[in-house]
């Protein structure tokens, strides 16, 4: 292979980034990838994806952590 596109189905643009497929497990995104395992790419629309569904994780885990105190 000498040059990667982006994992996602349906999207043919160049990769960008890549990412191991557990971190793109434990975030939330609304698009789908063609391989659940090993390394996943990314074009830079779908990694910009990607990092905000990061963000949101942490929030929401600042949150409950937040919740716990005032319980
Ligand atoms: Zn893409």
Not at 35 to 41: C, M, V
Not at 58 to 63: L, V
Request: charged share 30%.
């Amino acid at each position: 292979m000498s040059h990667n596109e982006c994992d996602v189905i349906g999207c043919n643009n160049p990769a960008y980034k890549t990412i191991s497929a557990t971190e793109l497990a434990k975030v939330n995104v609304s698009f789908k990838v063609s391989s659940n395992r090993g390394r996943i790419h990314l074009c830079k629309e779908h990694y910009k994806e990607f990092k905000k569904a990061l963000r949101n994780i942490k929030k929401f885990e600042r949150w409950r952590i937040g919740s716990i105190y005032l319980l």
